[in-house]
C-alpha cells in the first residue's frame, strides 16, 4: 500500500510537473499548498492530476466562516481537488461546510514549535470534533510522534492520520509510522533533493520496511 505524500511546495508549473512525474510511482497522493496555487494558477491541480493520475490534497487550511469556506471550497473542489484541508479550530459549522461539497482533511495540530502555544492545547476538543464529524482523515505532527500516539488512540480508527514534518523539520518515518501514521507527508526532503526520484524511492521503501 502506498502511504507517501509529496508536498509539492514549488512556484513554477514546470517544477512542479517535473517532480510529480519523476516520482509519481512512489506516492499515493500529491499535495499542494499555496505557493504552488499562487504561482501557477488553480489549474495546476487538474493538470498534475491528469499528468500523474494520483489524488490531489489541496492544502489551504481554510480557517473562515462557513459562507466563505464554501465559496473557496467549492472552486478548488471543481478545480479538481479531491481532499481540502480545513482547520478545525473555526469550529463544527466552518469544517461542515467544506464536508457538504467533498472529502476533508482536518488540522488537530501542527508540526512547527509554534504549534504549542495555542493548538496543542486544543487539540482535546478538535479530535472529539473529528470524531462527530468523521473526516476522511485529520493532520499530526511527525516532529512529535509522542502526540500522535495520543491522537491515534483517542480517534476513531476509521478516520486518517496524515504526519507532515517528516526529514526537513526533522521528523523520523519509522517513529511516526510506530505511533499510528496512515500517510507520511513529505515536502523539501523530496522536491530540493539532486534527484526527487531517488529521495522519493528511499522513503518509499523506509515506509514499506516500517509498515
Ligand atoms: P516539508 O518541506 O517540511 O513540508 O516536508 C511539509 C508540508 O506540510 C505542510 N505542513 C503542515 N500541514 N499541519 C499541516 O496541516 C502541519 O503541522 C504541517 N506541517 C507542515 C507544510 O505546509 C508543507 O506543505
Known amino acids: 500500500m502506498k502511504r507517501l ?29 499555496w505557493p504552488l496555487i499562487l504561482g501557477s494558477g488553480l489549474g495546476v491541480i487538474g493538470e498534475l492530476k491528469r499528468e500523474t493520475g494520483l ?29 481540502i484541508i480545513t482547520h478545525g479550530f473555526v ?3 466552518s469544517v461542515r461546510a467544506v464536508m457538504e461539497l467533498g472529502e476533508v482533511i482536518m488540522v488537530t495540530e501542527m508540526s512547527h514549535p509554534g504549534a504549542r502555544e495555542f493548538l496543542q492545547p486544543s487539540t482535546d476538543g478538535l479530535i472529539e470534533m473529528a470524531n462527530e464529524l468523521e473526516p476522511f482523515g485529520i493532520v499530526a505532527p511527525a516532529t512529535r510522534p509522542e502526540r500522535v500516539s495520543y491522537i491515534r488512540r483517542k480517534l476513531d480508527k476509521s478516520i486518517k492520520i496524515l504526519t507532515p514534518g517528516v526529514g526537513a523539520q526533522g521528523g523520523s518515518v519509522h517513529k511516526v509510522l510506530r505511533a499510528g501514521a496512515d500517510y507520511i507527508i513529505v515536502g523539501r526532503s523530496i522536491y530540493t533533493s539532486e534527484s526527487p526520484r531517488e529521495s522519493a524511492r528511499r522513503i518509499y521503501e523506509e515506509i514499506g520496511g516500517s509498515g
Request: proline residues 3%; positive net charge.
Open 5 to 33: 505524500v509529496l508536498a509539492l511546495d514549488v512556484y513554477e508549473k514546470e517544477t512542479a510537473l517535473k517532480v510529480a512525474g519523476e516520482t509519481a510511482r512512489y506516492l499515493w497522493a500529491i499535495k499542494v499548498n
Open 55 to 83: 489524488p490531489i490534497i489541496a492544502d489551504l487550511k481554510l480557517a473562515d466562516i462557513p459562507n466563505t469556506n464554501r465559496l473557496i471550497a467549492s472552486r478548488v473542489f471543481r478545480a479538481g481537488a479531491d481532499y
Open 91 to 93: 469550529g463544527r459549522d
